[in-house]
């Protein structure tokens, strides 16, 4: 079964709008992070949320976590044309031990 | 800032050669990873690897790939034969403690072309 499944695949706006994605996880977790991917750089992680958490802030990005519907969202809030990229949600699975695992990701453009 | 190396950036090989790809973990970390992505697919976990042996490793992680600490520095993915479908972006990654409290450091990644 496949952990961390980010919504939507793909987010096109303009620059100065939201942009809020979603990840939805099936088992249960110690945390959840989300990381950002430039084309064909490493990953940069942006946010860690614990399981005990609900909501989390850092800068113009807004984490949410239920853990009763296994689902995260990430929010950037006044989006720049500097923030396309991908974003990755990954999970630490109780049962899996000491590793990441990453969902499929949401490519986000914003056009300026 | 302390960083993830990774070398080479690039390596094209034919099939069935040998290929290792070498990564400098940042200095005062413990626990060490490899990824890959196929182009365009999601990031997948291959092994981990702690107090010099591995912890974990994954179904595509088979008898073929194997990962060495050499030295106090370098952290190293061999792929001993290799396959058209091995053509990936592989990631080395690190962390300082216990997957459950912190987050990992990423290198930019070895992107392999396997012809």
């Known amino acids: 079964s496949q952990q961390g499944e980010e919504d939507p695949q793909a987010l096109s706006i303009q620059e100065g709008e939201n942009a809020t994605m979603n990840c939805s996880y099936k088992?249960?977790?110690?945390?959840l992070q989300w990381y950002r991917q430039n084309s064909g750089r490493g990953l940069v992680h942006l946010i860690l949320?614990?399981?005990?958490?609900r909501e989390k802030h850092s800068g113009r990005l807004r984490v949410t976590l239920d853990t009763s519907k296994k689902s995260s969202s990430l929010l950037i809030t006044a989006s720049r044309a500097a923030d396309t990229a991908s974003y990755f949600c990954?999970?630490?699975?109780?049962?899996?031990?000491?590793?990441?695992?990453f969902g499929a990701g949401t490519i986000l453009r914003v056009k300026s | 800032e302390p960083e993830v190396t990774q070398t080479p950036s690039h390596q094209v090989t034919q099939m069935g050669q040998e290929v290792i790809l070498r990564c400098v973990p940042i200095s005062n970390h413990l626990y060490f990873y490899w990824y890959r992505q196929i182009l365009g697919q999601k990031v997948e976990f291959l092994v981990s690897f702690y107090n010099n042996e591995i912890s974990e490793k994954s179904e595509i992680f088979d008898d073929q790939f194997s990962v060495e600490r050499p030295d106090g520095s370098n952290f190293t993915l061999k792929i001993r034969s290799t396959k058209l479908e091995d053509s990936a972006m592989y990631f080395c990654a690190s962390r300082d403690r216990p997957s459950n409290t912190g987050e990992l450091f990423f290198g930019e990644g070895s992107r392999l072309t396997v012809l």
């Open positions: 990954a999970t630490v699975p109780m049962e899996y031990g000491n590793k990441l695992v």
């Open positions: 088992t249960s977790i110690n945390n």
């Open positions: 949320i614990r399981s005990n958490e």
